[in-house]
């Protein structure tokens, strides 16, 4: 079966860096997309990999292996406001995404 | 970039009545929409696929007889939740691709509260 697992919540301190996990499970493959959402929001855009590699986007970075099935989002200088669920997703064959449940993300002062 | 308008942002409505809530490509055509619902402290739930001029695509367990899909043109899907009940209360959002390998335009949301 096809399966996105990532951590339920983390909590961080504000000016710090976190990883957000994510090992993924689908038929086929054609990328890996993570989303911010913040409470009552829909999801935003944060990043894209279908190559092995890290991709650098200003304090955020997402890194893929294909060989592991496994990503993680990077996320440096933590602000307040990037408190908020981390959605991972995987593209399968079918261009269909699956979701992860998403990370809670708690940054502390 | 590509923008996604959902409509209304926030309604309220009786147990008994019906409320359709509408997603519009606003620069470009999108020939799939996808209906996204979400419970509190829940994942985004896929509950069918809109696809311009032919019927809707619907996840297993989501009833198409109350939850009633149009995609009439490239830019414009609906979705009716009829006969609402007030476990219909949920967040529904929109979104569209741009391209097999585009990454998911999302709609504003819609949060539905059946009284």
């Known amino acids: 079966g096809q399966n996105i697992d990532q951590p339920t919540e983390m909590t961080a301190t504000e000016g710090a860096i976190v990883q957000i996990n994510c090992t993924y499970q689908?038929?086929?493959?054609?990328?890996l997309f993570w989303y911010q959402q913040h409470a009552g929001e829909a999801p935003t855009f944060l990043s894209y990999?279908?190559l092995d590699g890290l991709e650098e986007k200003g304090r955020f970075s997402s890194f893929l292996s294909r060989s592991k099935g496994y990503s993680y989002l990077l996320l440096k200088e933590l602000q307040m406001k990037d408190s908020a669920s981390y959605l991972c997703?995987?593209?399968?064959?079918?261009?269909?995404?699956?979701w992860g449940a998403g990370t809670k993300l708690i940054i502390k002062p | 970039g590509a923008v996604v308008s959902q409509h209304p942002s926030w309604v309220i409505c009786k147990s008994g009545t019906s409320v359709k809530i509408e997603c519009r490509s606003l620069?470009?055509?999108?020939?799939?929409m996808f209906w996204y619902r979400q419970f509190p402290k829940q994942s985004l739930m896929l509950m069918a696929t809109s696809n311009e001029g032919s019927k809707a695509t619907y996840e297993q367990g989501v009833e198409k007889d109350k939850f009633l899909i149009n995609h009439a043109s490239l830019t414009l899907s609906t979705l009716t939740v009829t006969s609402a009940h007030p476990e219909d209360s949920s967040f529904y959002i929109c979104?569209?691709?741009?391209?097999?390998?585009?990454?998911?335009?999302f709609g504003n949301g819609t949060r539905l509260t059946v009284t």
């Open positions: 620069d470009f055509q999108a020939t799939t």
């Open positions: 689908t038929s086929g493959f054609n990328g």
């Open positions: 979104s569209a691709p741009t391209g097999d390998w585009s990454p998911l335009h």
């Open positions: 990999n279908v």
């Open positions: 997703a995987g593209k399968d064959s079918n261009y269909q995404l699956i």
